[in-house]
């Protein structure tokens, strides 16, 4: 038996396969000339008007349909995103010290320096950004962006409160740098208040903000998107060069969502807070003085912290022999460091899973223990 | 009424609607898992088995459906091809004097020097190819790749022959250069010959062969992909941070396609023969000694070269004023030359359309007359 925690895949269980194949079948007919059209640097109308309608219900924002672009996930968004603002060279970026492999992946990728900032458990710690940006300019670097998670942080699940996220946006306009928030986790939500996304707090016509369908509905339907004041969105879409987003998975996406989007969201966040409230039982249930771990409100994923006597690299040895899938510390990290942490990801495997895997992840941490 | 030849989109009016709606309901509930979970590098294996079916059909070649990866339309392949082969300082590339816009744009986008070599009515000159190189090589640049649409290439139409992509692949050996090969047009075939594609002739590993879906099927499906030896796959995968290619629209084309592949492209291609018979017989009809034009076997375009009193300059304006929309030939050039060409596409409008335009344009060259 494989227990695969390694990647925030979403839940199949209560997946609403027939109604998704009605929406489909219904819409697929109404689309036959948009399908034959190359879609626009824009993309699907009607999906682009629910995600307004999204953004209006949940941060009280009123988005112009025309202000907002559909994305290959929001990981497309991202690129496009370092693409249009990290030309030149040696370019830089601020952002959270540990965050989403697929990021620091593609921006290592693109030759861009990432700054890494620590966080805590109200996500990244503002005062150190500020003596980062002071140090930067001390040096006459400036950041093309800082780039953060603020909402169920991935890794970390941690939410930055909204006093903090108004002097994060201070120091941004201070030191005169654009943020792109990545907003991806913002409605896979489990309890307690939401702070406002930064973007309905900050009115610098820089400010770039990404979403995502990966997250409440499905990452097989690979769509993102991206807004930005006009100016800002032109300079985006000058790196656009895909021939536009996919036509066919937003009208059956909007299909299916349109008359749903927060139900369909509160069903399937509920099936996920069991997940999570399962992982976190069974955590606590084996932790013993072997580690501790993250309490998140929101997002797919949980955040050990091993305890000083767990040696790490035999922990992934074990791990691998015994089947339980997770990622380490280091591929979150910015500057590849590995760390005494680990990554559990429940949305995918069923709650016995979760209880058996677990269980057996413990084992193999109490085992890693140096004697 | 806009008539409108601009862009390279395919026929609606006898698009399957209702068997793909059925295909779309009947694959959904099948794909629940596999709609939840992240859809790697090389996406859904279905779409994958039946490409490699499609090219072992038309080349006779058997490709592992683990060398093919799904994209994002083909120009995601473009653009992933020359990211990965494109680092480092001036990148140079050889390819096709007059080529599609989009890779045109992307390459600029991306800093890559474009040298274009002049067509004829059998492709890119091969004897000119020969002399760049050479020329290239003196100077000791070495371009990246040669990137060629030997296959009603876009937008003179033109095929290779046989011998002459013979000597292409002579000539890249010669200088050590890889070619990539853009067959998108390779099954919108009307008459005649073809000869096979150039991966079926090149036995260098490094050789990399895009092809789509969107010319046979759907643009708004957005599905292309590529294939080449494991060592260059690597490397091509290593420029993909999309976190993975469309599960959903990937599997209803599947689904669709599978039991009628060829059906669906015969089908597809005798109603836009029609639509190329409507055009050329209307181009043939008004010519006077205005413009002379391609006789395409295959592919989506027309291209034309206005004979040397029409002023091109007062010929845009006169066609936007009476909104009669094409390309002109500045589009097309690698040097974003002027020139007196234009290309016309006519998978998208109905043949009443077709022949109603063509003759409104043949007014509006006529009327742009230098006096």
């Known amino acids: 038996m494989i227990y695969d925690f390694a990647t925030g895949n979403t839940n199949p269980e209560n997946f609403p396969a027939d109604e998704l194949a009605a929406a489909a079948a219904d819409v ?68 959270e ?49 800082i780039y953060t998670l603020a909402t169920y942080q991935n890794p970390t699940g941690t939410v930055m409160p909204r006093e903090r996220r108004l002097e994060l946006i201070a120091l941004a306009r201070k030191y005169d740098c654009i943020v792109v928030e990545d907003n991806c986790y913002g409605d896979v939500h489990f309890e307690g208040e939401k702070p406002p996304a930064l973007y309905a707090l900050d009115d610098d016509p820089r400010h770039i903000y990404i979403c995502s369908l990966s997250k409440v509905f499905a990452p097989g339907v690979r769509l993102g998107y991206l807004t930005a004041a006009p100016a800002m969105l032109e300079q985006i879409l000058a790196k656009r060069h895909d021939a536009g987003p996919n036509t066919m998975a937003a009208a059956i996406t909007e299909a299916y969502l349109k008359d749903r989007l927060w139900d369909h969201i509160e ?13 976190l039982a069974t955590l606590a249930e084996h932790s013993g003085n072997l580690y501790s771990f993250s309490h998140p409100v929101g997002g797919l994923f949980i955040w050990l912290e091993m305890a000083d006597d767990i040696d790490m690299d035999r922990l992934l040895v074990i791990a691998e022999e015994r089947q339980v899938k997770f990622l380490a510390g280091g591929s979150f990290n910015v500057r590849g460091e590995k760390g005494p942490y680990l990554r559990l990801a429940f949305g995918f495997p069923p709650v016995e899973e ?12 109490r085992d890693a223990r140096r004697s």
């Open 97 to 145: 010290e540990h965050c989403y492999p697929g990021s620091i992946n593609a921006f290592r990728s693109m030759g861009i320096d990432m700054v890494g900032i620590p966080l805590d458990d109200k996500g990244m710690r503002v005062d150190l950004l500020g003596e980062a940006l002071a140090d930067l300019d001390r040096q006459g670097r400036k950041p093309r962006f």
């Open 267 to 279: 069903t399937a966040n509920e099936a996920l807070k069991k997940k999570r409230d399962a992982m």
């Open 28 to 95: 697929i007919p109404k689309i036959v000339v948009e399908l034959n059209r190359y879609p626009g640097k824009f993309g699907h109308l009607g999906l682009r008007k629910l995600m307004a309608q999204r953004e209006f219900d949940r941060e009280g924002v009123t988005l112009d349909p025309d202000q907002i672009i559909l994305t290959h996930g929001s990981m497309q968004a991202i690129t496009m995103v370092a693409d249009a603002l990290c030309q030149g060279d040696d370019p830089l970026i601020v952002m």
């Open 354 to 365: 979760i209880e058996a895997g677990v269980a057996k992840l413990a084992a193999c941490i």
